[in-house]
């Protein structure tokens, strides 16, 4: 490096009698030189990985997603990453390429997070585009290419559902003591021989025993989207996960309809299953004309959930 600047020094001495002049300008294009030399040796060895913690979020949380950086061994304190990503939501089919600013120092650590508030349930893909960075001088920029990806699914928000919890309390209440525990209300056609006539004293209401084709509860509901606007459907999957979620608290299995889709849940475990499904899925939710089907309605309040529950005489 020396000889370098002596050399310059020399030659801008005899054309411009100034040798100390020489010597800075020589300096600034020998760390020019070597400044520019590193940021390209660090583009080519910079590896990149990309990983979360959790590949399941709800409505809401924020998407911490780490980055992990090798092949740069240095003692700079801190580099300034300009990070190009793209974000898309696979049930909205929407695409959104973002630019970001990322500061890394390399002495405490190989990684840095991104973060992403997530605001609408949906299945998610991130893809790193390219990261880029200037050299030591600033005077200097390059741009290193990536492909890397990774998924992840936002579950809807879920409502309490604290007065129909209270109303199964008070049924099983009720029920406790009677020679009968698989009961439920009398509708229009039950014989008269299959009512529960102790309860009935007990609470004035008539109930009917359950037969055994009866004692497994099965519902079928219906998911469509024919009436609702694009930005409400975090709002409707909410709706259904709460109401879906309560009714599964209460041992009934649910038969799902969307699209030309049927989905069978006999389990809390398989919210996420069925989540990913219906968002990963080629096809539109709408309405089914198979009778005695539920249509979840689109409700904002929990109170408004309550009461679709119960009219539906749980």
Request: with cysteine.
């Amino acid at each position: 490096m020396y000889f370098f600047v002596i050399i310059f020094a020399l030659i801008y001495w005899i054309i411009y009698g100034n040798f100390i002049g020489g010597c800075l300008m020589a300096s600034l294009f020998v760390v020019l030189a070597y400044s520019v030399c590193r940021c390209q040796s660090e583009q080519k060895q910079m590896i990149l990985t990309i990983e979360m913690d959790s590949l399941v979020l709800t409505e809401g949380d924020e998407a911490e997603i780490r980055l992990r950086i090798h092949g740069i061994t240095s003692k700079i304190n801190s580099y300034t990453f300009r990070l190009e990503y793209e974000m898309t939501s696979k049930f909205r089919k929407q695409r959104m390429r973002k630019k970001k600013n990322i500061v890394w120092n390399p002495q405490e650590g190989d990684s840095i997070t991104l973060s992403e508030m997530i605001t609408e349930c949906d299945s998610y893909h991130i893809q790193i585009c390219s990261v880029s960075w200037e050299d030591l001088t600033g005077m200097y920029k390059v741009k290193k290419e990536f492909n890397k990806q990774i998924s992840f699914l936002v579950m809807p928000k879920r409502y309490e559902m604290g007065f129909m919890q209270e109303k199964i309390a008070r049924r099983d209440l009720m029920e406790q003591g009677f020679e009968y525990d698989g009961v439920r209300k009398y509708q229009e056609g039950d014989r008269i021989s299959r009512v529960h006539w102790n309860l009935y004293a007990a609470t004035g209401g008539l109930w009917v025993r359950k037969n055994e084709e009866e004692e497994e509860e099965r519902v079928k509901i219906g998911l469509s989207l024919d009436d609702i606007e694009k930005d409400r459907i975090s709002d409707y999957m909410a709706a259904f996960y709460s109401i879906s979620f309560f009714l599964k608290s209460q041992g009934v299995i649910q038969e799902i309809y969307y699209g030309e889709h049927k989905y069978l849940l006999c389990h809390i475990e398989q919210y996420e299953e069925l989540f990913t499904d219906i968002f990963c899925g080629k096809y539109e939710l709408s309405s089914d004309p198979m009778e005695h089907l539920y249509k979840i309605p689109l409700c904002e309040k929990g109170q408004d959930l309550q009461k679709f529950l119960y009219d539906m005489e749980l």
